[in-house]
């Protein structure tokens, strides 16, 4: 850490560089756990992925959260804040319940199209300038939503409908964070993994499986790369702007076909390669005009 903060207050070029390495290297990392999390759940419930990964995170998250505990008396908008913390454990249940039944590269097929869902929810929620070039960006995303929404023989599936409900439950839950980007980024994280922590625990009550000690370090390993994904993509953000970095994003999805392939055997069909490619360029073509407009760069923040 001091490193990248000389970095960035010496020569910007090599922040720039740093925080494209960070960017990719959390990226890698949640890709890792979203991996680890699909081989756990082919033996565990959903539930129990989520309360133990959670345990695991706060674990580590705790000396943190004790040095900063002042910053959780003053909340903004305690209400805002708990909707935030409800879509992010929907969303993160609905990934993890999602790759149970699909291949990896589908579920985060569907959670690439969140950027564009929230241009599209920005314009009809908050009543944001929408102009005609990314309405029509917008369409052409959706397209590659629909086209993603067969990845095999099937027409749309229940599993295909949790993981796109989850992309849209993402795309809130980025609405939200952007109005609240005041929040400290410790009470953000915690929080979202106090959310996991809780419904984890009232799902695994029903459906508890005893946990081998080769399972608990599973389980430890996927919290703790979870949490220190996040901590690269803070600091990625804090040495370069998000319009360089925030595109590297992207590269969750060939870390997806990747992991797929090698672990599960998963050859991701034309369909998931086409959607994909389609909603990326999409995506992209939104994320620069928004740029060039000045405005916020909406974080494609990947699920926690």
């Known amino acids: 850490m001091p490193l990248f903060k000389k970095l960035s ?11 494209i390495a960070l960017m990719l290297l959390s990226i890698f990392m949640f890709s890792f756990g979203d991996a680890m999390g699909k081989f756990i759940v082919a033996t565990y419930s959903v539930g129990q992925l989520l309360f133990l990964r959670a345990c695991a995170a706060l674990l580590v998250l705790s000396p943190i959260i004790w040095r ?30 999602a ?31 929408v102009g005609w070039r990314r309405w029509t960006a917008i369409l052409i995303g ?33 609405l939200i964070t952007r109005s609240l980007r005041d929040t400290p980024d410790i009470v953000m994280a ?60 992207y590269s969750m999805i060939v870390w997806a076909v990747i992991f797929g392939f090698v672990v599960f055997g998963d050859v991701p069909s034309a369909a998931t390669i086409v959607g994909a490619a389609i909603i990326i360029g999409a995506g992209l073509y939104i994320f620069l005009r928004e740029r060039d407009l000045g405005r916020k760069d909406a974080q494609v923040s990947p699920p926690v």
């Open 68 to 97: 900063q505990r002042a910053e959780f008396t003053r909340l903004e908008r305690p209400w805002l804040q708990l909707l935030r913390v409800t879509l992010s454990t929907l969303e993160v249940a609905a990934f993890f319940l």
């Open 190 to 249: 915690s929080s979202q993994f106090c959310g996991t922590f809780l419904l984890g625990l009232g799902l695994s009550a029903f459906n508890w499986v005893p946990p081998t000690a080769g399972s608990l370090v599973l389980f430890a390993i996927a919290g703790c790369t979870s949490v220190s994904a996040l901590f690269c993509v803070n600091r990625s953000l804090k040495l370069a702007p998000a319009s360089v970095v925030v595109p590297y994003q």
């Open 9 to 19: 207050a010496y020569d910007d070029r090599s922040a720039r560089l740093a925080g």
């Open 99 to 129: 790759t149970v039944y699909l291949p990896l590269a589908d579920v985060i097929t569907y959670y690439l199209a969140g950027p564009i869902f929230v241009t599209a929810l920005s314009a009809v929620l908050l009543g944001e300038h």
């Open 142 to 174: 959706f397209c590659g939503v629909l086209i993603a929404l067969r990845p095999s023989a099937q027409t749309v599936s229940l599993p295909a409908l949790i993981a796109l409900g989850g992309s849209l439950s993402f795309a809130l839950l980025m």
